[in-house]
């Protein structure tokens, strides 16, 4: 007899996660999505691996992340739900041995299928699994109010939004030395956005899609909200001193590399 998966670590950190995300206010409706790479062996004593599942194609297959288990949350369902009904709200798959579909474990009730945005979710793991030696775990979206308020005003490039955020509060070159990568417009849940996201966290560890939200990951999920937090709290500072009047000043460049050698981090290149 399987346990009760609503008291799994890994599905109380979750349900807490997605909550604060929905009390940041970075999630209205169905807005944004979660993914967390799970192991089989903190999955195996909740659900039947074995039982007759829902077995659904991916867009294409992704061998790096054979034999990989994720907790996802649903398409088009409310991050203020989850906390009610996780089973409806949320759900795990495991992708097959050759990467080319995934296989419903638990969850997705009635019908219900992981994210639209389950492209860029994928495709980040991988990239970001290899950048981190198979480290990172999480990826997290949200709609983000101040960064997509900022991609109305400033140039749409990752070295302006990444010095910008620097600038704005000391400790972002601390907590985000590899930048903030920044995408065209593009249309979401679609495979070309998810694969234009995974190529800029071959580098960073957040990407902005511009008049849309932000993707962050991390090796927990406190990292990757705590990333989207920082990123997010440094955009409101700018927001507010542009309706101030703008910026007089900033942190100069000598104190940002003077805080990058003191911390240890190397900035991302090009930037300063
Ligand atoms: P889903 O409801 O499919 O997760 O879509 C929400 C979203 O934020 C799309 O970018
Ligand atoms: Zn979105």
Same mark, same amino acid.
């Given at each position: 007899m399987a346990k009760n998966i609503l008291e799994a670590t890994f599905m109380k950190?979750?349900?807490?996660?997605?909550?604060?995300?929905?009390?940041? &206010?970075?999630?209205e409706r169905n807005g944004g999505n979660v993914s967390y790479r799970l192991t089989t062996e903190e999955v195996d004593?909740?659900? @039947?691996?074995?039982?007759?599942s829902r077995s659904v194609e991916l867009f294409r297959a992704i061998p790096e992340l054979s034999c990989e288990v994720f907790l996802v949350?649903? #398409?088009?369902?409310?991050?203020?739900?989850?906390?009610?009904?996780?089973?409806?709200?949320?759900?795990?798959?495991?992708? @097959?041995?050759? /990467?080319?579909?995934?296989?419903?474990?638990? &969850?997705?009730?009635?019908? /219900?299928?992981?994210?639209?945005?389950?492209?860029?979710?994928?495709?980040?793991?991988?990239?970001?699994?290899?950048?981190? @030696? &198979?480290?990172?775990? $999480?990826?997290?979206?949200?709609?983000?109010?101040?960064?997509? #308020?900022?991609?109305?005003?400033?140039?749409?490039?990752?070295?302006?939004?990444?010095?910008?955020?620097?600038?704005?509060?000391?400790?972002?070159?601390? $907590?985000?030395?590899?930048?903030? &990568?920044?995408?065209?417009?593009?249309?979401?849940g679609s495979d070309e956005i998810g694969e234009a996201t995974a190529e800029l966290m071959k580098t960073h560890s957040l990407v902005l899609w511009p008049f849309h939200g932000l993707f962050s990951t991390g090796v927990t999920l406190d990292e990757a909200f705590g990333l989207i937090d920082t990123a997010e709290s440094a955009a409101e500072i700018m927001v507010k001193s542009l309706a101030m009047g703008g910026a007089k000043q900033?942190?100069?460049?000598?104190?940002?590399? #003077?805080? #990058?050698?003191?911390?240890?981090?190397?900035?991302?290149d090009g930037i300063l």
């Amino acid at each position: 007899m399987a346990k009760n998966i609503l008291e799994a670590t890994f599905m109380k950190d979750f349900i807490k996660v997605t909550h604060d995300m929905w009390h940041k &206010g970075w999630h209205e409706r169905n807005g944004g999505n979660v993914s967390y790479r799970l192991t089989t062996e903190e999955v195996d004593k909740y659900v @039947d691996t074995n039982s007759g599942s829902r077995s659904v194609e991916l867009f294409r297959a992704i061998p790096e992340l054979s034999c990989e288990v994720f907790l996802v949350t649903s #398409a088009g369902k409310y991050f203020r739900n989850i906390i009610l009904d996780p089973e409806e709200n949320l759900g795990i798959i495991e992708i @097959d041995e050759m /990467g080319k579909s995934y296989r419903i474990w638990w &969850g997705f009730l009635d019908n /219900g299928l992981p994210t639209s945005e389950l492209p860029a979710h994928l495709l980040s793991h991988a990239s970001r699994m290899k950048a981190t @030696d &198979g480290q990172c775990r $999480v990826v997290l979206h949200s709609h983000t109010t101040n960064l997509i #308020a900022l991609s109305n005003v400033l140039k749409l490039d990752t070295a302006t939004f990444t010095r910008t955020l620097w600038q704005m509060h000391t400790e972002c070159i601390v $907590v985000f030395p590899d930048g903030i &990568g920044v995408l065209p417009w593009m249309m979401p849940g679609s495979d070309e956005i998810g694969e234009a996201t995974a190529e800029l966290m071959k580098t960073h560890s957040l990407v902005l899609w511009p008049f849309h939200g932000l993707f962050s990951t991390g090796v927990t999920l406190d990292e990757a909200f705590g990333l989207i937090d920082t990123a997010e709290s440094a955009a409101e500072i700018m927001v507010k001193s542009l309706a101030m009047g703008g910026a007089k000043q900033t942190i100069t460049k000598s104190q940002l590399l #003077a805080l #990058a050698t003191t911390f240890g981090v190397t900035p991302l290149d090009g930037i300063l």
